[in-house]
C-alpha cells in the first residue's frame, strides 16, 4: 500500500506487532503517546519533509493535531507515496482522524495476532490454544504465564479508560468475565446488563470500545427471504482464543478439550482465522452466520458480492453425512453456490462446490478467493 498511497494506516490491537512490523521498514519512529517523541517531531517536521523517507506514527490517534500537517504535506506533494506509516490500537479515534483530514489519501490495513499460515500447521493447537499474541505463548520460548490476564487487566485500567470507556476498571473487568461465558452465542445485552447492574444500551456502547480496540467480534445474522424463521441477534466472540482461555481459566490442551464449551471456541478460532486471512489478502468480502428457529445453521456465511460461502465448523476429525447434508441444505435455502464443511479432517476434499476440509486448507481456498474473482 505504500507504493500506491502517500499514507498507510496499520491498526490492529495493542501487542499484536504493529511496531516491530513497522521499524522493519526503516524510516524514521514516534512514539506519538510520549511527550518527549511528540516535541521531537514538532521540532523536525520540516526537515523530515525535505528528507522524503518514511515516517511511523505510532498511536497517531493519541495526537490529532499531526492529521492535519499530514494533509498539508500530502496536497502540496501529491506525487509522492510512501510517506507516511501511521500505527493505532483504537479504530473509532483513529478513524475519526482519517475520515476528518486524511480522506483519499490513506490506505487502512488491519493487523491480527499471528495466525495459522505465519506459525504453520504444526503449532495449530498451540495457536488455538494460547491465541496469536507474540508474547503469549504461541512463541515456545516467549512463554509468559499470566500474560493474557495481565494484558486484560492493563486494557482495563489503563488503555481503554483513556480511550473513552466510562466503566470503571473493576466493571470493565467483570464484563470481561461475562463475555467469555457468553461466546459463540446469540448477542443479548439485555441478559448480560442484568448480571451487571445495567441497561441494555450502556452494555453495547460499552461492547463498541471493545470492538474498536479489536478484542471482541459480533457476527451480523444474513437476512434473506426464506419460509424458516431466522434469528436477528449477531453472535459473539472473542477474536483471540487465548484471551477466551484465559478469562474461562484454561491453561492446557487437555483441561480445553473437557470443557463444555470446546467447540464454541474452536467455531470462533476458526473464524478469526479466516476473517484474518481475508483482510491481510485485500479480498471484499461481508462475514454472516444463518440460524433459523429450528436450529439449521450456518457458522459462517462469506459473501464476497458475487459468490456466497457457506462455512459450517465441527471439532471432529471425522465430520458425518448428517453434517454435510444440513450444510446442503441451509446453504439451498439462502441460494449458497458453495459449500466447506471446516473439521480437524486428515483427509481434505474439494469437489468444488462442495469441500470438508481442514483449517489449513480452508484458508488455502481462501487465498484462491471466489471463482468469479480468478475468472475475472
Known amino acids: 500500500m505504500l507504493r500506491h498511497y502517500p499514507a498507510a494506516a496499520l491498526v490492529g490491537p495493542r501487542q499484536c506487532g504493529k511496531t516491530t512490523l513497522a521499524k522493519s521498514l526503516g524510516g524514521s519512529y514516534f512514539d506519538l503517546e510520549d511527550e518527549a517523541d511528540i516535541l521531537k517531531l514538532d521540532l523536525s517536521w520540516d526537515r523530515l519533509m525535505e528528507e522524503q523517507s518514511l515516517i511511523v506514527l505510532d498511536e497517531a490517534q493519541s495526537y490529532p493535531a499531526v492529521f492535519k500537517r499530514m494533509r498539508s504535506t500530502i496536497d502540496r506533494r501529491r506525487g509522492e507515496v510512501g510517506r507516511f506509516l501511521i500505527l493505532g490500537s483504537v479504530a473509532p479515534a483513529l478513524m475519526r482522524e482519517v475520515s476528518e483530514s486524511m480522506a483519499g489519501r490513506l490506505a487502512l490495513i488491519e493487523l491480527a495476532p499471528f495466525s495459522l499460515d505465519e506459525v504453520g500447521p504444526a503449532m495449530l493447537d498451540a495457536l488455538w490454544l494460547y491465541g496469536g499474541f507474540p508474547d503469549g505463548g504461541v512463541l515456545e520460548a516467549n512463554v509468559r504465564p499470566g500474560w ?7 486494557l482495563a485500567q489503563r488503555d481503554l479508560p483513556t480511550w473513552g470507556l466510562p466503566a470503571k476498571p473493576q466493571m470493565t473487568e467483570r464484563l470481561f468475565r461475562m463475555l467469555a461465558v457468553a ?3 446469540p448477542w443479548n445485552a439485555s441478559a448480560i446488563g442484568q448480571s451487571l447492574g445495567l441497561n441494555y444500551q450502556t452494555v453495547n456502547s460499552y461492547m463498541d470500545y471493545l470492538e474498536g480496540a479489536f478484542l471482541v467480534r459480533r457476527l451480523h445474522p444474513f ?4 419460509r424458516k424463521r431466522l434469528v436477528k441477534s449477531p453472535k459473539f466472540y472473542w477474536r483471540d482464543s487465548g484471551l477466551l482461555h484465559a478469562l474461562l481459566g484454561v491453561s492446557t490442551r487437555d483441561a480445553l478439550l473437557s470443557q463444555p464449551w470446546v467447540g464454541a471456541s474452536w467455531e470462533g478460532f476458526v473464524i478469526q482465522q479466516a476473517l484474518a486471512r481475508l483482510s491481510a489478502l485485500g479480498i471484499d468480502f461481508t462475514p454472516h452466520y444463518v440460524r433459523t428457529s429450528d436450529q439449521y445453521e450456518i457458522d459462517l456465511l462469506l459473501d464476497f458480492g458475487t459468490e456466497r460461502w457457506a462455512c459450517e465448523i465441527k471439532l471432529t476429525t471425522v465430520p458425518t453425512a448428517d453434517d454435510l447434508a444440513r450444510l446442503k441444505k441451509v446453504a439451498d ?18 469437489e468444488g462446490d462442495c469441500a470438508s476440509v481442514n483449517l489449513d486448507c480452508f ?6 478467493g471466489p471463482r468469479s474473482r480468478l475468472s475475472g
Open 148 to 154: 493474557h490476564k495481565n494484558y486484560l487487566t492493563l
Open 183 to 185: 461466546h459463540g452465542t
Open 333 to 350: 435455502m439462502i441460494g449458497v453456490g458453495r459449500k466447506i464443511m471446516v473439521s480437524r479432517t486428515l483427509d481434505s476434499r474439494d
Open 223 to 226: 437476512h434473506a427471504n426464506i
Open 363 to 368: 484458508l488455502s481456498l481462501l487465498k484462491q
